[in-house]
């Protein structure tokens, strides 16, 4: 492999990485303060008891969070300096109000939020979640106006002196359409994210409840006796703290699917505009996304096929539904989608001689992935809402048991996305502007790429150990027996 391969490939791997932390922590952190505002308002124990836990799984990924992301930084000067050398002064922009902004803000209010529990108001402790929210979401928005930048450059002026682009319309990087679409598709991949989260943790404690109740699994017969008596001794109104913890997951599984389905609705609707937008500005990316290698009007999708890669341009579609690929590229039943031979064509013709078809192949199956395991996902959602209507979610265990599992769809799903935007810009690293090839740094060498790429290897298995063994262990801790600490101090109460 090339020192670019090489490159590209560790940028790839840690960048798939970070993002697996990213829409956990935007997510996590706008249900965490909705929870702690819902014992704000009520006063309800239970509620409280909620916010700790899932907060605490919230510091554990944003701890991990930071730590990728930095790297994500260094690689700008390290593997990529031909890039930052040519479109730092509009790339840098954006990264630079972030760190400034965004990331001093989510991360101060987070040191409050963690240690301001006995030390601050109820009104102001509150505040602080709220924060780290906007925080959170605000730094994805910088990120998204640098990165749809690269998709769709805006905003800016050649230097005739040194040919470089200088950014001249700092608005003009927030009202991008790329962004604007891009943006809010992000938030609801992250609301999809948090929620599925939340709702696989509560599935699981959920399950472990609906165990104890049936018996177990060790001796069913000899504990039947024992939880019919729990049973009754609970209808009397007896409290017990694993029925009271168990109470509260409840509130957590239904507060995540209320979140949850509108959330997937929304961005497949988003997402769906975004395709076409990107249609218009990156219309390479969408022609792979199908392997249509010829203009079509109008324009069948295919659910399936078989070739149609790089070397393939003859494949062979299965169960095809017609018009529907050029309603999702032009919003018009009969909407004309160039093919990839034209649009190379076209390329040719204004960049020089070359292949600017991205790999067909990661288009076409990203796309596929990506869509097919978010309509999974709703229909997970549905099932619960319709379980939760029937009173019958904590029953069901085979609701219970696919919940805590689906808990991978999300991350799967995002990941799709990421290389169905990446990969679909391809051989550009900023559309139009500059080629990926020209971007590579040329004082570092094939080695030394490679040698990074197996410590960064080691660095993140070793992090992923840390991180899954942290939150399984508070995972299947739950929330515990109330404590006395459970309720601030009198003066704290208003």
């Known amino acids: 492999m090339s020192q670019l391969d090489l490159a590209r490939l560790q940028f790839a791997m840690t960048s798939i990485y970070h993002f697996l932390f990213v829409p956990v922590t935007i997510g996590l952190a ?75 803000l989510e991360s101060t209010f987070l040191g409050l939020w963690i240690f301001g529990w006995d030390k601050l108001s109820k009104r102001v402790h509150l505040a602080t979640i709220w924060a780290v929210a906007g925080g959170s979401a605000l730094s994805a928005l910088f990120i998204m106006a640098a990165n749809s930048w690269m998709q769709h450059p805006v905003g800016y002026k050649v230097d005739p002196s040194t040919g470089r682009p200088q950014l001249d319309d700092v608005w003009a990087l927030f009202t991008n359409p790329v962004f604007l679409r891009g943006y809010l598709h992000v938030l609801l991949a992250a609301l999809v994210t948090g929620s599925m989260v939340m709702l696989s943790v509560s599935a699981w404690q959920l399950r472990k409840d609906l165990r104890n109740d049936n018996g177990g699994t060790k001796d069913k017969a000899q504990n039947k006796a024992q939880g019919q008596a729990q049973a009754q001794v609970q209808d009397e109104g007896t409290p017990d703290a694993t029925k009271e913890a168990a109470s509260g997951f409840r509130l957590s599984a239904r507060l995540s699917l209320f979140i949850l389905v509108p959330a997937l609705m929304f961005a497949m609707l988003v997402g769906s505009e975004l395709g076409v937008t990107e249609g218009k500005y990156q219309p390479m990316k969408i022609a792979a996304a199908e392997a249509q290698w010829e203009t079509c009007q109008p324009c069948s999708f295919s659910l399936f096929q078989i070739g149609g890669g790089n070397n393939d341009q003859t494949p062979t579609k299965i169960l095809e539904i017609p018009h529907l690929l050029s309603l999702l590229a032009t919003n018009h039943w009969n909407g004309k989608v160039l093919g990839l031979n034209e649009v190379n064509s076209q390329y040719q013709q204004a960049y020089g001689p070359g292949d600017y078809v991205p790999d067909v192949f990661i288009q076409y199956w990203a796309m596929r992935v990506m869509a097919y395991l978010a309509s999974l996902a709703l229909l997970l959602g549905l099932w619960g ?50 080629l990926t090839k020209n971007g590579v740094s040329s004082s570092v060498s094939t080695a030394e790429v490679a040698i990074s790429i197996v410590a960064f290897f080691l660095l993140y298995a070793a992090m992923a150990v840390i991180a899954a063994v942290l939150m399984t262990r508070h995972t299947r801790k739950g929330t515990g027996p109330l404590h006395q600490d459970d309720q601030p101090a009198p003066e704290m109460t208003y």
């Open 30 to 104: 706008l249900l965490t303060a909705l929870l702690q505002t819902a014992w704000y308002r009520g006063g309800q124990v239970a509620y409280l008891r909620l916010t700790r836990f899932f907060g605490t799984l919230l510091v554990i990924n944003v701890a991990v969070g930071v730590v990728t992301g930095l790297v994500q930084e260094f690689q700008f000067g390290m593997d990529w300096s031909g890039y930052s050398r040519t479109v730092g002064d509009v790339f840098g922009a954006p990264l630079a109000m972030e760190g400034l902004a965004a990331f001093f």
């Open 385 to 434: 809402l319709w379980l939760l209507r029937r009173e019958r979610l904590t029953h069901s265990r085979l609701f219970l048991n696919t919940a805590v599992w689906a808990v991978l769809l999300p991350f799967l799903i995002n990941t799709s996305g990421w290389l169905l935007t990446e990969n679909g810009r391809q051989p550009w690293i900023v559309q139009g502007l500059q």
